[in-house]
């Protein structure tokens, strides 16, 4: 315990990470995927999800007063001891290790296809497992500001690349409004609040940014600038194209980029797209990888938490060799964005709700 | 090998340290803590006092007594100064090994006081000492003066010697041996005279050195236009010319078994915070070493990381730039010998400035701070870009640039990364070299330079014109790296980046640039992250003289990580005379 309280960070740090951790899937296939499922209604679901998923995080922050600075796992243990914190600190390992090498693989494999289609696939993963490693071996203190630095730079290049393609965008093609029909989108579109997965991120950041006031500020900061993002890009990629279509390009903020020219000279800038790209990959996959060396040695009451980063990511690389393909991985993302929502809110409303009522007596003594 | 291995593989429990931090003031505790430091520094500055008062003299009679108890092993000293002359001459003789030595002086002497003749003598350096200072003021009196009346106690012609005989501001009255050699072998003068068991040492340094010229690493237009230069005392006068402050304190330490290295820590008593400067205290106090000669060595020793890839002291040549530093609230440290001082904590914004920001008009300041980050960006980057975007991303240049490009590449035999590599280890080759190469013929190596290298290689086609151009942009770039030490450890970064952008184009050139951005969030200068106006954010991120200069009248605060025990600056309205306008535009409205 003394060891956490001595690395402490604001809120803005936070906030930054906590968005990156949401928000990449924005470069992966977040619009495509949006648009599968609500056609020409995409940015309508999105902004759908976003007011869910601020309003379960109102819940949420409202049922965290009474454990200021405690993560998930510390809510495990309040309820149930060790059992209880291995059970929550399973679930969460479990989650991590599913979707690490799934968004790897996918960074990977559109890596290649984008600029090194020469390079075979484990060249390219062992750049990002490079950059994984340094950087969960630097720390979190080090992953979150150096977030603070990257991400203001990621939000102009992409606001860029939004800005860029603006000439190409037609209202009509976001007709008929209601795209694939209510009952597609506000029920069964309800799960993909699971693009809000990263949010996970909040509760275990909770001892480190401590006070209460933070974990709010980071928490809708997080969840209200991430879903800015998502409508902002999802709008503009089906109004720039259309239903159909859209749903067959790969990589829906490239296939943008691609548009972006500014005068005749900067025709082809989507490899500038490739570094900022690049970027937010690598600082969401450390702070994933982090996240599962951190919680598995929370779980298991270790000491270190730097001897397990190896061994991790041995295992996410051949997790991530898994997949046939790319379409499999995709595949995978899309069971993680159907199911994810259970552990980014259910379960914490879960532990938080059982914390309160049953043990609510001895505790409240204690803190009050 | 079989250890590098292991140690490489296998988890060792790590060392528990607590490293330096300099600490955040919290809102809630910054009365308390204002308190405590109200508390603190009138304790601290009545040893500052002390310590301002005392002669630099005494703190090398000071730190070196500590150095004699520590080691017992060395020669034993006979401690005490013998009321014998003949036992002092034999004991200084021994010491100074007489006559083998060449350059000790020893000069013996009568006084002579009406019919009693007193045996003296002194014993200086030849060339450390002001030849004429020791002839007309310590000879001439002791030699001449004929009027010497013993009539009391010994301690008497003590205290008549020191206060009428010896027309000397720094005399100092000694009776150990110890003392009186650091002083000769500082250039001072050591004089003994039969009778009296104490000896004076009479400061009379007088060797030849560099004067005050101009900084030959950081010059500028704009700005004062004196450097550093060898002698502590001249700069530590230089910095004191400009901070006219008696709470500017200098405080002396010796560094070196041998050297005897005398080196100065500046601070300002009432700004600086004082964990700070205990650390500093702490660090150059318990340096062991056998000679100190550059401030580079002593970066060196109080650096936390030796292999970090930022400086985390900054050295400069001005100063104007210390004692501006100085008065934010950092600490600076001169070493004798010297002309660089070093100064600490430094944050990556630091070291990419120039004073001329600070002199120059706002928009100009920005242009040239502009200009200098464009410079670095090439100097880092341009050359990893370019292998990047010819060997991956070829659909990212023009179609007339590809043309261009391709043409002049076709008769190269190389590849481009081998080329490029080719080109920027003759640079750095021709780079090293100028620094080296005698005067009268460095003109030569510039012809050689730009014509040999530059026209013959692209006329026999070993290089494409295009890459000359490339490397001439990373150099003159390198250039524009304002701290020279920032500006070696970019060129170092560059070839990195060539690797990277050679391997796998824009993904190698992120992932370095992610990896250095680790390596840069993970430094710290003095418990201080060095990328600390933006990560971690500040409070005063924006509103100092960081990244964006604002203007000199709206910079109240100072830098928020340096915890300092003032944070104003200067008030709110520095510039009274807006205000009067106001009242008086005011005024004119009314009627």
Redesign the interface.
Same mark, same amino acid.
């Given at each position: 315990m003394a060891m956490k309280n001595k690395i402490t960070?604001?809120s803005?740090?936070a906030s930054c990470i906590t968005i990156t951790l949401i928000t990449t899937q924005l470069f992966l296939n977040l619009p495509r995927a949006m648009m599968e499922v609500a056609w020409t209604a995409a940015w309508l679901l999105t902004a759908y999800v976003s007011v869910i998923a601020l309003l379960l995080f109102f819940i949420i922050d409202r049922l965290y007063r009474p454990f200021e600075g405690k993560d998930l796992l510390d809510l495990g243990e309040h309820i149930g001891g060790n059992i209880g914190r291995i059970i929550v600190g399973i679930i969460v390992l479990l989650f991590l290790i599913y979707i690490t090498p799934v968004i790897l693989r996918e960074f990977s494999e559109n890596?290649k296809i984008i600029?090194?289609t020469r390079?075979p696939l484990s060249?390219?993963l062992l750049?990002?497992l490079?950059?994984m490693i %340094?950087?969960s071996y $630097?720390?979190l203190?080090?992953?979150v500001?150096?977030?603070?630095?990257?991400v203001p730079i990621i939000a102009v290049g992409y606001l860029m690349i939004i800005t860029g393609s603006l000439r190409y965008i037609d209202f009509s093609r976001i007709t008929p409004w209601l795209g694939s029909g209510p009952y597609e989108i506000f029920v069964k579109g309800a799960p993909r609040i699971s693009v809000f997965a990263g949010i996970i991120l909040v509760y275990f950041l909770y001892p480190f940014i401590r006070t209460k006031k933070n974990f709010t500020t980071v928490g809708y900061a997080s969840v209200v600038f991430s879903g800015l993002f998502f409508f902002i890009g999802v709008l503009i990629f089906s109004l720039i194209f259309q239903y159909p279509t859209g749903t067959e390009s790969f990589l829906p903020i490239y296939e943008l980029a691609r548009l972006v020219e500014y005068g005749?000279?900067?025709?082809?800038?989507e490899?500038?797209f490739? %570094?900022i790209w690049? $970027?937010s990959a690598?600082?969401h996959l450390s702070i994933l990888l982090f996240l599962i060396a951190y919680v598995f040695k929370k779980t298991f009451k270790l000491?270190?938490y730097?001897?397990l980063i190896i061994p991790f990511s041995i295992i996410i690389f051949s997790l991530a060799i898994f997949s046939h393909n790319l379409l499999s991985a995709i595949e995978l993302e899309k069971h993680f964005r159907t199911f994810a929502w259970m552990v980014t809110f259910l379960l914490p409303i879960v532990l938080l709700i059982i914390a309160r009522f049953v043990k609510q007596p001895a505790k409240k003594e204690g803190e009050s | 090998m079989k250890n590098f291995l292991e140690n490489l593989l296998l988890f060792k429990e790590p060392k528990q340290t607590e490293k330096f931090i300099l600490k955040e003031n919290k809102q809630d505790t910054e009365k308390d803590s204002e308190k405590a430091s109200n508390k603190n520094p009138s304790q601290k500055s009545n040893k500052s006092k002390e310590k301002d008062g005392d002669t630099f003299l005494d703190k090398i009679l000071g730190s070196n007594q500590g150095d004699d108890e520590q080691e017992p092993g060395a020669e034993k000293k006979e401690e005490k100064i013998s009321k014998k002359l003949s036992t002092n001459l034999k004991y200084m003789k021994k010491v100074y090994s007489i006559p083998k030595n060449g350059d000790i002086v020893l000069r013996a002497f009568d006084i002579v006081v009406k019919d009693k003749t007193i045996p003296a003598f002194i014993l200086f350096y030849d060339g450390m000492t002001d030849r004429e200072v020791i002839n007309n003021y310590i000879l001439t009196p002791l030699m001449l003066l004929s009027n010497l009346d013993i009539k009391g106690n010994e301690r008497k012609i003590i205290d008549y010697i020191k206060n009428h005989i010896l027309p000397q501001s720094q005399l100092n009255e000694t009776s150990e041996y110890t003392s009186v050699i650091d002083e000769i072998n500082f250039g001072g003068c050591g004089i003994f005279i039969d009778g009296i068991d104490v000896a004076f040492a009479a400061d009379v340094k007088g060797w030849e050195h560099r004067n005050v010229e101009r900084p030959n690493s950081e010059q500028v237009l704009r700005g004062p236009q004196e450097g550093f230069t060898e002698i502590l005392r001249v700069n530590t006068a230089l910095v004191r010319k400009i901070l006219k402050d008696e709470k500017l304190i200098v405080e002396d330490v010796i560094i070196g078994k041998r050297s005897k290295t005398p080196c100065s820590m500046l601070y300002l008593r009432d700004i600086t915070n004082e964990s700070l400067v205990e650390e500093m205290r702490r660090r150059l106090e318990s340096i062991k070493i056998d000679y100190l000669i550059d401030s580079g060595e002593l970066e060196q020793l109080l650096e936390e990381s030796s292999l970090s890839v930022v400086p985390q002291l900054m050295a400069t040549e001005r100063p104007d730039m210390v004692a501006a530093h100085i008065a934010d609230g950092k600490i600076g440290v001169i070493v004798h010998g010297s002309p660089f001082v070093l100064l600490a904590p430094v944050t990556l914004v630091d070291l990419l400035q120039s004073p001329e920001d600070a002199y120059m008009r706002l928009p100009y300041a920005h242009l040239l701070r502009f200009v200098r980050f464009l410079g670095i960006f090439f100097s880092l980057l341009l050359p990893g870009l370019y292998i990047a975007i010819t060997s991956f991303h070829q659909e990212m240049i023009p179609t007339d640039l590809v043309f261009s490009i391709e043409a002049s590449r076709e008769v190269v035999p190389f590849p481009s990364v081998v080329e490029l590599l080719l080109m920027e280890v003759m640079f750095e080759l021709i780079r090293e070299a100028g620094i080296r190469i005698p005067g009268p013929i460095g003109p030569t190596l510039g012809i050689i330079g730009a014509l040999i290298l530059g026209q013959a290689a692209v006329e026999a086609s070993i290089v494409s014109p295009i890459l000359i151009i490339i490397v001439a942009i990373t150099g003159i770039g390198s250039f524009a790296v304002p701290n020279y030490s920032l500006g070696l450890s970019f060129r170092v970064l560059r070839f990195g980046y060539i690797f990277l952008g050679a391997m796998a184009g824009f993904l190698g050139i992120t992932l370095g640039l992610f990896i250095q951005g680790i390596l840069f969030v993970n430094s710290k200068s003095f418990g201080v992250p060095v990328t600390i106006p933006t990560g971690p954010k500040t409070a005063t991120s924006f509103s100092n003289n960081r990244l964006i200069r604002l203007p000199l009248w709206k910079q109240e605060r100072r830098a928020d990580y340096l915890n300092t025990q003032d944070d104003t600056k200067q008030p709110k309205i520095s510039r009274k005379w807006t205000e009067d306008n106001k009242k008086r535009k005011g005024d004119g409205d009314e009627e």
């Open positions: 960070f604001g803005f740090e890596m600029a090194l390079s060249f390219v750049f990002f490079t950059g %340094i950087a $630097a720390g203190e080090s992953i500001r150096l977030s603070a630095i990257i005749r000279f900067f025709q082809r800038l490899s500038m490739v %570094i690049v $970027a690598l600082l000491k270190y730097k001897p | -």
